[in-house]
């Protein structure tokens, strides 16, 4: 299967994806779109690409509990605080005031998941993609970007989407792909935006619409995504 750690979006923003005709990009020139940060880390959760999703790239908040004492935070996860668990599970991912855990933060993030914490079920599934604290599983990380999309966190619909146009843990369905690009877009996720956009720029599964295309791309530029920018 098609390898996510070298390939463009599942939310990650790992390679740059495909720039979009010159007839696009010069139109979102003149349309004074500005550039953007570099990809995020996937754990973060900023204004302009969420939760990474690892990262899912979106304007809706994650849920994450403030996590300065992880001591503290882990005791709030132990108590039933999902948030809490994966504000502590991004902790140990990124070795953040405690020493960096992959293992740790998959039993946290498996705690927020079982909770129904969309971002803790994206966060696992990524996990698993990656073989990072427990092993690579592309079936099992295909099941986790299901849950997340059903509970409505944008990245883990990118995911999903992403699982669907490649063929990764789930039968190849481009339709299927487009629709969800479209759920995670409209949950604010930057890459989402993006991948629709191309969609629309070049009609897979769709007809070709350059106003719409325009359109998304703007959208996207506008949530922080760089190659919707330049």
């Given at each position: 299967?098609v390898d996510?750690r070298?390939?463009?979006?599942r939310?990650?923003g790992?390679?740059p ?6 007839l696009v ?8 779109c500005?550039g ?5 880390d996937p754990?973060s959760v900023t ?5 990474h ?5 979106g304007?809706?908040p ?5 996590c ?7 005791q709030?996860c132990?108590?039933?605080d999902a948030?809490?668990c994966v ?10 005031t405690?020493?960096?855990d992959?293992?740790k933060?998959v039993?946290?993030y498996r705690k927020?998941?079982d909770?129904n914490h969309?971002e803790?079920?994206r ?6 993609d990656?073989?990072?604290g ?6 099992r990380a295909?099941e986790?970007?299901?849950?997340a999309?059903?509970l409505g966190d944008?990245g883990g619909?990118?995911?999903l989407a992403y ?11 481009a339709a299927?792909a487009f629709?969800?690009?479209g759920k995670?877009c ?9 991948e ?6 070049n009609g897979?599964s769709?007809t070709v619409?350059?106003?719409?295309a325009?359109s ?9 995504h760089a190659?919707?920018?330049?």
């Amino acid at each position: 299967p098609v390898d996510m750690r070298t390939s463009t979006a599942r939310g990650l923003g790992v390679v740059p994806a495909p720039l979009p005709s010159l007839l696009v990009v010069a139109a979102r020139v003149a349309s004074g779109c500005a550039g953007a940060p570099a990809a995020p880390d996937p754990t973060s959760v900023t204004a302009a690409g969420a939760a990474h999703s690892p990262e899912g790239g979106g304007a809706a908040p994650s849920g994450e509990a403030s996590c300065d004492d992880v001591a503290a935070c882990e005791q709030r996860c132990q108590d039933g605080d999902a948030a809490s668990c994966v504000g502590a599970g991004h902790r140990y991912w990124r070795g953040e005031t405690v020493i960096e855990d992959n293992a740790k933060a998959v039993e946290l993030y498996r705690k927020a998941c079982d909770a129904n914490h969309g971002e803790g079920c994206r966060m696992l599934g990524y996990a698993y993609d990656q073989g990072l604290g427990v092993a690579e599983d592309d079936k099992r990380a295909f099941e986790l970007a299901t849950k997340a999309c059903d509970l409505g966190d944008s990245g883990g619909c990118q995911n999903l989407a992403y699982a669907y146009d490649k063929g990764i843990g789930v039968a190849r369905d481009a339709a299927r792909a487009f629709q969800l690009w479209g759920k995670g877009c409209d949950l604010g996720n930057k890459y989402s935006c993006y991948e629709l956009g191309l969609a629309h720029e070049n009609g897979r599964s769709t007809t070709v619409d350059l106003k719409k295309a325009l359109s998304l791309f703007t959208k996207s530029c506008e949530l922080g995504h760089a190659n919707a920018c330049n």
